[in-house]
């Protein structure tokens, strides 16, 4: 699945590349859309994100592309493989800006985890 996102100059830290923890919260929150719109009637929190490694910079008005895929479905967890691109450089567009794992769990109202049903079913 893909998502973009703007980068503002309000996302931007002092030395005018993006503040690396508002591409964390934009991954948190892409990758969960992602589970939840391939899952629906789950309810997911996230449980890992694997290395955090930036690899380029990242500049006001680049349009953010995050690409999402699914590597592995558990019982409870599904866990997505996600890559950042930016849309908006021509001279390198196939550049990968960050990637990462992260794993989400189901979840029921009282926080316990829920397994997951392909259909997304969900059962106790």
Not at 53 to 77: D, M, N, P, R, W
Not at 91 to 112: H, I, R, Y
């Amino acid at each position: 699945m893909e998502h973009y996102k703007l980068v503002l100059p309000e996302h931007l830290n002092h030395y005018g590349f993006l503040f690396g923890g508002y591409l964390l919260h934009w991954l948190d929150e892409v990758v969960y859309i992602t589970a939840t719109v391939e899952f629906p009637g789950h309810e997911f929190v996230t449980v890992a994100m694997d290395n955090v490694a930036f690899k380029q910079h990242i500049t006001s008005g680049e349009v953010l592309q995050f690409k999402v895929e699914q590597l592995h479905l558990g019982s409870s967890s599904v866990e997505y493989f996600v890559q950042v691109f930016s849309e908006t450089r021509s001279e390198a567009p196939d550049v990968v800006l960050f990637e990462t794992k992260m794993t989400f769990v189901s979840v029921d109202p009282n926080g316990n985890s829920l397994a997951i049903k392909a259909s997304g079913e969900q059962t106790h």
